[in-house]
């Protein structure tokens, strides 16, 4: 009996995976169509159009677009809230953590500008969608803690205190980082550089370092 008992478990667990894993390879299909389009002007039907997955499929692991959409952005952002924890462990000293993190974002803006764009078109759409809102707020506080650990580390390689609070250093850098992806989608050609440059202030800033 206890036999039996374990091989149902077995199978349940196996069809619990299976049917995570199918989300998740749909939530990643969605992401191009999502990002392309935003949320306002996106259905799962034209999420099925511009995807080999068909509009029942997608209509089957999700219940509308919402769960779609958060599923699919807390999907990108766990491993995007992780984009800068290595060069944080592996910098010996302030300047060049400073280098690496400002050309990552940097590099980031330049690669993922459209998914960025898709993070940031969620988070208006929070202050509406009261069903995705507290997903939004999970995901910007790890995007909050992520730059934190920027920050912190860069005060402790320069040994000088940090003048502001974590909270304020993300406030600030987010909306360093929005500036430049609308300047960039704009056409902007500078826009890449000048957030390098700006992302390497702003952390100068942040411990009062000024450079001559």
């Given at each position: 009996m206890t036999e039996i008992v374990e091989k149902r478990a077995r199978v349940a667990?196996?069809?619990?995976?299976k049917f995570a894993e199918r989300r998740a390879q749909l939530a990643t299909a969605a992401l191009d169509a999502l990002a392309e389009l935003g949320y306002a002007r996106t259905s799962?039907?034209?999420?099925?159009?511009?995807?080999?997955?068909t509009h029942g499929l997608l209509h089957y692991y999700f219940s509308d677009k919402v769960e779609l959409l958060t599923h699919a952005v807390q999907q990108y952002e766990?491993?995007?809230?992780?984009?800068y924890d290595e060069i944080v462990a592996a910098a010996t000293g302030a300047d060049?953590?400073?280098?690496?993190?400002?050309?990552?974002?940097?590099?980031?803006?330049?690669?993922?500008?459209?998914?960025?764009?898709?993070?940031?078109?969620?988070?208006?759409?929070?202050?509406?969608?009261?069903s995705f809102r507290e997903d939004v707020v999970d995901i910007d506080a790890?995007?909050?803690?992520?730059?934190?650990?920027?920050?912190?580390?860069?005060?402790?390689?320069?040994?000088?205190?940090?003048?502001?609070?974590e909270s304020m250093a993300y406030a600030t850098f987010d909306g360093l980082f929005q500036r430049a992806l609308l300047l960039h989608h704009s056409g902007a050609a500078?826009?890449?550089e000048g957030l390098r440059r700006?992302?390497?202030?702003?952390?100068d800033l942040t411990i009062g370092r000024h450079r001559g």
């Open positions: 667990r196996r069809q619990v995976d799962l039907r034209e999420i099925a159009q511009k995807s080999e997955f766990a491993v995007c809230v992780t984009r060049e953590l400073r280098s690496t993190f400002s050309d990552a974002m940097a590099g980031t803006l330049e690669s993922d500008a459209a998914l960025h764009r898709l993070w940031y078109d969620l988070r208006n759409q929070g202050l509406f969608e009261e790890r995007r909050e803690r992520m730059i934190a650990n920027v920050v912190v580390r860069y005060a402790e390689l320069a040994e000088s205190p940090l003048l502001i609070s500078d826009a890449v700006d992302a390497a202030a702003l952390l």
